[in-house]
């Protein structure tokens, strides 16, 4: 079982889109928007971006370290060698959480490093563990998810049905974009997401607080500070944010 389990947790780490997607790209947004300022719920931007970004790698961890394998042990034959060695299905079963499950932890690790590094994140040891424990244990419906999205589809259609999957989820769950900026339909469908709730958690784990289950708003956060914000910001709401005087500055310079 721990020898199966090693060889599936070796062929992800060998996986250049698995590590492309899910440790990558995040720790390229973090690099980016993580010296913006502001604060939202007691959180700076550094802090909240750390926890979105790790919420986008763990769940995507957990469901491209089993959904394409799945599909493509499925399409090549695999399985069926599966099931005349010794391994029983549950085993298997429980292989492949695991697998997801542990397959968060660099990326996790990563983020955290980053954090503290970069973004002059602040968190004692107990709350980076009581994050980690969050994470891994929020990641069990993805892990389970993307299993099923092997079951479904093919090969290469797996992996693209679960980024689509993923970025559906990162968009409701309010992982790219501030949740109360949303559209309230699409709040309304964010809220009975696993990738929201996931998020809130690991808010509140960040900041100490205790109960309830709602997303903290924008607050003195400058939006811009969000990846999806920052990248799909109109030049109307630029004008918006700018600060203090800005408009009065430039329309004294214009001719009367």
Known sequence: ?????RFEIRRSLRNARFLLFI???PVILYLIYAKQHGTSGGLTVAAILMVS???WSGMGSAMMAT??????ERQNGW??????SPISAPRWFGAKLVQGLLLIVPG???LIALGFGYGHVHL???RVGLLAAVLVLGAIPFCVLGLVVGVLFDGQTAQVAEMLILFVLAFLGGIFIPWSSLPHAMR???QALPSHHLAARLERGGRGAAGGGQRAGPGRLDRRAWPGRGLALAPGERRLSAPAGHDERHAADRPG
């Open 108 to 110: 996790f690790a990563l």
């Open 79 to 84: 399985m069926r060698q599966l099931r005349v």
């Open 1 to 5: 079982m721990s020898a199966f389990l």
């Open 67 to 72: 959904g394409p394998q799945l599909a493509k």
């Open 23 to 25: 440790v990558a790209f």
């Open 124 to 126: 004692s040891a107990a």
């Open 188 to 190: 309304l469908i964010g």
């Open 53 to 55: 970004m790790a919420v």
